[in-house]
């Protein structure tokens, strides 16, 4: 199936840039039926008004908005875990709503599972995101305590919630810092897939570990892709691991040899263009994925690996359907002025497209 209208070429900025381009200095964001680039800001909701509502109401004390999201949230797992971590992350500042939670409700799966994914976030907290030779042995000793913490919270959690895998996802993550075996970390991860075979976060996860950077080898990273992968292999799950263990190898091998940072190039020329072109062709058919949360950070990489691939046209589709909802991380992570970025790919996607203006396409 033939997606892809090649429009005209553009260099892509250096990542770590973000400095303005004359070309879009008069960019018309209305006549293009988009938000205003005043609108375009790190969304940790992504787009979701209800999870926005739930952990908005939690700082003001209120935990049942976010009780009764969790339980509409029902069986779609991928985005109940997405939703446990904003609210949880809710309490980083100010926790006694969730121990008013946990006191009203101590048998209550949502309260055990929030708590859990809130520990885990304060361990990463208390650590630090600065190298070992630059962290401290109080930090080290918190974040190995707290650690341990979320783990028992998550245990508890899915005593509590026999079906749910998020606990099984906390427990992966806690694996990570805790640096558990092979032996110890296996089972978690057979919990967490025998719940919820595609769970993203729980692929994504448990692929750091066996990295050889981490606790694996390449040999064991490599399996793992290829045996999860195969079992499903038009999923977003499969997509998003395989994108994943490609740029992890990429980034090893060239790193030294670019700018640093430069994981356009693996998108450009690199591996992750076929693998752009099966996400479109084979699953998402060319398509916006719809819906928020997860939806809203595949949208975002869309448009900008869409971007990247000079891919305009599908590009805009992308752009129009993100609206000013920048997700956190990857790709903005690889760029200093993130919302710059965001603006100035999304100005250059359009105005290398096909597309016009309404003024100009009705007076033109």
């Known amino acids: 199936m033939a997606l892809f209208r090649k429009g005209k070429k553009t260099q892509a900025p250096a990542v770590g840039s973000g400095s303005a381009d004359p070309a879009a200095t008069a960019f018309d964001a209305a006549g293009y039926g988009l938000v205003p ?6 969304d940790v909701y992504l787009g ?8 908005k109401a939690c700082l003001q004390n209120d935990w049942t908005v ?3 999201l969790l339980d509409d949230v029902g069986g779609d797992w991928d985005t109940r875990f997405l939703y446990v971590g904003v609210i949880a992350d809710s309490a980083k500042n100010d926790d006694s709503w969730l121990q008013a939670w946990l006191a009203a409700q101590p048998e209550s799966a949502n309260a055990a599972v929030v ?3 809130a520990l885990h976030a304060l361990a990463s907290s208390v650590r630090g995101g600065q190298a070992a030779s630059l962290t401290t042995r109080e930090q080290f000793e918190g974040f190995h305590r707290i650690s341990r913490e979320a783990d028992d919270a998550a245990a508890r959690a899915a005593e509590l919630a026999p079906d749910d895998p ?5 427990r992966i993550i806690s694996a990570l810092g805790r640096q558990i075996p092979h032996d110890e970390f296996r089972p978690l991860f057979a919990e967490a897939a025998r719940r919820a075979p595609l769970h993203r976060r729980a692929h994504t996860y448990a692929h750091q570990y066996w990295l050889a950077k981490w606790f694996g080898s390449d040999e064991l990273a490599e399996r793992f892709v290829l045996e999860e992968t195969a079992r499903a292999p038009k999923s977003a799950m499969a997509f998003e691991l395989r994108i994943h263990y490609a740029q992890e190898l990429w980034l090893r091998n060239n790193l030294d040899k670019r700018p640093e940072g430069d994981i356009s190039t693996f998108y450009r020329t690199g591996p992750g263009r076929p693998l752009l072109d099966e996400a479109l062709d084979a699953f998402w058919t060319g398509e916006v994925p719809a819906g928020g949360g997860l939806g809203t950070i595949d949208q975002n990489l869309l448009a900008w690996a869409l ?6 046209d599908e590009a805009c589709d992308v752009w129009t359907a993100v ?13 200093k002025d993130k919302a710059g970025v965001f603006r100035l790919f999304r100005q250059r996607s359009f105005l290398e497209s096909s597309r016009k203006p309404v003024a100009t ?3 033109g």
């Open 323 to 335: 609206g000013g909802s920048m997700s956190g991380g990857y790709p903005w992570q690889y760029y």
């Open 166 to 170: 998020s606990p099984w996802v906390i």
């Open 361 to 363: 396409a009705t007076h």
């Open 37 to 42: 680039d005043s609108a375009i800001a790190l």
């Open 66 to 68: 976010a009780d009764r």
């Open 48 to 55: 979701d008004s209800r999870l926005a509502a739930a952990s």
């Open 307 to 312: 971007y990247q691939t000079e891919r305009y």
């Open 115 to 117: 708590h859990a994914s």
